[in-house]
């Protein structure tokens, strides 16, 4: 058994194998085993192949159960996932076994001629078919028209390459990963633009209890990266239990005096940008899970339940103002 082929099961876009063929180098280089990839294709990807793009979370949750899928019925033996594409509740007999070195967390602007963010003039179209990326791009009060836009990585490049759009938001670490970095413009500051939670970091999943799991997570789990990802989707759990509202969360464990610490941020906005609750805090990296739970919890008594009420919190913010 041990010496046995590894079976990594992956979705068959560019960045879902990239992912993936990273997991595998990592496994031989550590574990010395043989690895193989096995493409799992999904109802999602075929429509996708036949023209009808679909996108971002909402579609995701079916690459994640086909890929869950085929390692419960042992098809494969490890499976290899966008971390933020997970949802937050645990699937039965999947274990979630390692989270390895992350990429840079950050968002990025792909946009025409070279432009930031900033740069743009009023009314130029950004691209994005993310609710917490459209949410924080209004917040910036830059005057910018926010569209939809679906598809992989290179589509959604390709809407600013064919002038359809002046500019599109996107995972830094996606970029990086298919070799396509030159492309930002822009590295968005958390500041302006907090990442999903789990943004840059992936999952590997095996099947709950195997020998294959204890030996996966010994050799490429990266305890730092594990605690930052626990903090964020803590955050994003208890929040979604009292919320609907776009949320983004980065944690990090950064070297204290004379211990490690987790620094947390998160946010929720109105759909509309026109209100936000923001919360930082901090706390020890073996308590991720709590300082994330906690921040959420205080954010939720700071109001941010009743965000999603976009247009009564908007209409009144412009009272005010
Ligand atoms: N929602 C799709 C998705 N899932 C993971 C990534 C990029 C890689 C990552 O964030 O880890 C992307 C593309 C994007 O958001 O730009």
Redesign the pocket.
Known sequence: MTSATIRIGTRASL?ATT?SRHVADLLRERLGREVELVEISTDGDRSQAAGTPL???SN?GVFVSALRDALLDGRVDVAVH????LPTYPAEGIALVAVPGR?D?R?VVVARDGLTLGELPVGSRVGT??PRRAAQLHALGLGLEVVGVRG??DT?IAKVTSGEYDAV???????A?IGRLDDATEVLDPLQML??P?????AVECRAGSDLATEISAAIDDPRARAAVAAERAVLATLEGGCSAPIGALAEVVEGEDEEELWVRAVALSPDGALAVRMSATGAPADAEGVGTRLAEEMLADGAGRLAHDLISSVDKRQNA
Do not use: F, I, M, Y
């Open positions: 960045l992912q996108a971002g979370s995701t966008s971390l933020k594409d990429e967390p968002d078919g993310s992989n990585v959604r938001v996107l995972a830094r670490a996606g970029l990963r990442p999903a789990g943004q840059g970091a992936l």
